[in-house]
């Protein structure tokens, strides 16, 4: 596609439910990357992932967040039993090597009730 | 482990006059990246203007431009003739050279900045 797309584009949920976010990066970018964004805050490092390698998931808040990424493209972010501390943008962006500029989507604006 | 750090909350300018965003950072590193990016309200992430650490050039992009002062840890960005558009949630951003760490990002809490018409 033409740029990072990232659904939805806000969702809300109540407090212990299970959600999933959904990352389609550019088209042969390799590098994809997991943000937070609490409200009236800057960018948290959430997971990284590389081609083919482990995931880095250092930034991961608990065990309650985990994400994966199917065929070296589309990535899905699950967060397990919401809790409101949850409520933030999650962005998504993505980039052709380590060095390369990142491209970010729009964001997944989450909230738990 | 790095940190950056923007003091202004929020930055008022008139419309076609200039303004000046501060931003510190924290390393023990030699080698590094650093970046602004613009967020306006559609919430994407916006590439600015990036620096090397190794280059004692500061970038430049149009009517953008930083400060680089290594020795400070300092890394400001101005805006010369700011227009109605530059409105938006500025970020300063820090990455490592180290390879594995890949693309990850440091960023500071953000500046707000409103431009007056």
């Known amino acids: 596609g033409a740029g990072v797309s990232q659904s939805p584009s806000n969702k809300v949920t109540e407090k212990g439910k299970d959600v999933e976010l959904r990352c389609d990066p550019i088209?042969?970018?390799?590098?994809l990357y997991w943000y937070r964004q609490s409200l009236g805050q800057g960018l948290e490092f959430l997971i990284y992932?590389?081609?083919?390698?482990?995931?880095?998931k250092s930034g991961l808040p608990s065990d309650r967040f985990s994400a994966e990424r199917t065929g070296g493209s589309v990535s899905t972010l699950t967060i397990q039993r919401t809790q409101q501390e949850d409520s933030a943008v999650y962005l998504c962006?993505?980039?052709?090597?380590?060095?390369?500029?990142?491209?970010f989507g729009n964001g997944t604006r989450l909230t738990v009730t | 482990a790095q940190t950056v750090t923007q003091s202004q909350p929020e930055m008022s300018v008139q419309e076609a006059e200039t303004v000046t965003l501060s931003c510190t950072y924290d390393t023990s590193e030699s080698d590094y990246y650093l970046f602004w990016y613009k967020q306006p309200p559609s919430r994407q992430m916006i590439l600015v203007i990036r620096?090397?650490?190794?280059?004692?050039q500061n970038a430049t992009e149009n009517r953008f431009s930083v400060n680089f002062q290594k020795a400070a840890k300092s890394f400001s960005l101005k805006i010369s003739d700011s227009q109605l558009g530059d409105a938006a949630m500025y970020f300063c951003a820090y990455r490592t050279e180290i390879k594995a760490a890949g693309n990850k990002l440091t960023f500071g809490g953000g500046t707000r900045v409103l431009v007056k018409p």
């Open positions: 620096q090397e650490a190794y280059k004692q």
């Open positions: 992932f590389q081609g083919n390698s482990a995931p880095d």
């Open positions: 088209s042969g970018h390799t590098a």
């Open positions: 962006a993505s980039s052709s090597s380590h060095a390369s500029p990142l491209h």
